[in-house]
């Protein structure tokens, strides 16, 4: 079956199981999941859906979010909308809803926004979240593009070509900041152009002609910091006009005082202040690393995943991205991703430590192959986490694979990546460092590597009870009654309620996650 017709029978087969294109109210996508605003959640077949061969799972959020992988799902989301398109086209007028079917559609809508886990803190992570995942795409190709130009300038080879491959690669980094403004202003509910408008200021050459508190200001100073600051300012501004400002004069006064106001702000007192937040996280995590590199790394590769679960590895994006601005990569991001390796050797523990249950074993070997990319979900999910001790054991590995990296940017040997989102095997295009990309591809190796095994042996030898043991090492094909009696995996598990939407990693998220774990 060629690609398109394959991608068209994924989505063909995904609608009519979330009721359909009348049930749809917003298609969207991140780095490996489809994401469904739905109007009625009880009109969805999870049993269905999560049999389907490319899914790898489903997730209950904000949105319906079913699990594809990277690339599947950039393929798929289209062809779910040209559907629903199709569908929505050829269907009769729909007849005039009386007042009682509006007051229980609402009585639905509302029972469904209480159910949610939705705290004030990681509505605003998510919010964040939202603001830097879609430009992990541009992200990723400008950062292979620049691993690309450094191994042709060091190898000395087509020299005519690499000015251009530079350009490419710094083009987007030098206005990060305007997109960092339009996607805050978007998230925020404010005018994007205007967010842009404002951020825009922050990179523009003329700012260097400019004193504020006593120093001469620099262009991009505050980065995507002091970008995110000035575009909420002017969401906030942008409102408040809209409130007080005739209607007659809006579309001239509004825009003007809030590019006005937010700017000046911006420019004596967001920039520097910015500035030095920006530069105190990167002192930071030099000094981190280069001082306690091994502990930091152990510590940081042990509670990724947990922070994942919790939604919390949000908050590291901004620092991701504030890192790669100012030193051209992150070296936070590489041990984080160690999380991911310990999680693919606990997976492979639990394979030989339950020869009879044929299912578990076929989700293992499924997933795998993705979960060496630094796709884990559906080894989190469908393995580690509904085991119990698996996944504290998955932990332990991540925690020594990031203690090994962690010790040798301690010792000298920095590895960084040049962008956020990929993880796993995935990651190695995307390394850099300061002691030459083979040095920088061995460490990161060698810490994939410690990762593995010491995620396999602490699973083997402390991941499995007796108990645990005597119930899951059976020869039986559990049905799925018996594993949600039993609270055991499924061969297409389904996340929590409310776990956090990455590009599924270190640098994204569930998700959005960040690909990663």
Not at 22 to 40: E, F, K, P
Not at 255 to 276: C, K, Q, R
Request: with cysteine; proline share 7%.
């Amino acid at each position: 079956m060629a690609t398109e017709d394959k991608n068209r029978a994924t989505a063909a087969a995904i609608l009519p199981l979330v009721g359909g294109a009348a049930n749809v109210a917003s298609i969207a996508h991140c780095m490996t999941r489809l994401r469904l605003g739905l109007h009625d959640r009880s009109l969805v077949d999870d049993e269905a859906l999560k049999a389907l061969p490319a899914v790898m799972g489903v997730v209950e959020d904000d949105t319906y979010q079913i699990v594809l992988g990277p690339g599947t799902v950039a393929r798929v989301t289209p062809e779910v909308e040209q559907l629903v398109e199709e569908e929505r086209e050829a269907a009769p007028a729909p007849v005039a809803a009386s007042a009682d079917d509006l007051a229980t559609q609402g009585a639905a809508i509302k029972a469904q926004q209480k159910a949610k886990n939705a705290t004030p803190f990681k509505l605003f992570l998510r919010k964040i979240a939202n603001i830097f995942v879609p430009l992990i795409p541009a992200l990723i190709g400008c950062g292979i593009i620049a691993g690309l130009n450094g191994l042709l300038v060091n190898l000395q080879w087509l020299p005519a070509v690499t000015p251009a491959l530079a350009a490419m690669a710094s083009g987007f980094m030098a206005l990060i900041a305007v997109f960092v403004g339009y996607n805050t202003a978007k998230e925020f509910g404010g005018t994007p152009i205007l967010g842009g408008a404002v951020a825009a200021i922050i990179v523009f050459p003329g700012v260097a002609n400019i004193d504020a508190f006593g120093q001469t200001l620099s262009p991009g100073q505050g980065g995507v910091l002091g970008a995110l600051g000035a575009a909420v300012l002017a969401v906030y501004v942008e409102k408040w006009c809209r409130r007080w400002v005739p209607e007659a004069l809006d579309v001239l006064v509004t825009p003007t005082l809030t590019v006005l106001i937010s700017g000046l702000v911006t420019i004596f007192g967001l920039m520097y202040v910015a500035g030095e937040i920006s530069s105190a996280i990167g002192t930071f995590a030099d000094w981190l690393l280069s001082n306690g590199g091994a502990g930091a790394g152990f510590v940081l590769g042990g509670l990724f995943l947990p922070l994942v679960m919790l939604g919390l590895h949000q908050a590291l994006i901004p620092i991701h991205t504030t890192l790669i601005e100012q030193q051209g990569y992150t070296v936070l991001l590489p041990i984080l991703a160690m999380a991911g390796a310990g999680q693919v050797g606990a997976a492979m523990a639990v394979y030989f430590r339950l020869p009879r249950n044929e299912s578990i074993r076929r989700t293992i070997r499924s997933a795998l192959p993705a979960g060496l990319l630094g796709v884990g979900e559906p080894l989190i999910y469908g393995v580690s986490l509904p085991l119990g001790r698996p996944f504290i054991t998955a932990c332990v590995g991540g925690a020594f694979g990031g203690g090994f990296v962690g010790l040798f940017n301690q010792l000298g040997d920095t590895v960084g990546s040049t962008a956020i989102g990929p993880s796993g095997w995935a990651l190695f295009p995307l390394l850099d460092g300061n002691h030459g990309l083979g040095s920088t591809i061995a460490i990161y190796g060698g810490g994939l590597l410690v990762g593995y095994v010491a995620g396999f042996l602490a699973t083997y030898f402390f991941g499995f009870g007796k108990d645990l043991l005597t119930e899951f090492n059976v020869s039986q094909e559990p049905t799925p009654s018996t594993v949600a009696a039993t609270g055991g995996p499924q061969p297409h598990p389904t996340t929590p309620s409310g776990a956090p939407d990455t590009p599924d990693g270190p640098g994204s998220s569930p998700s959005k996650a960040p690909a990663g774990v």
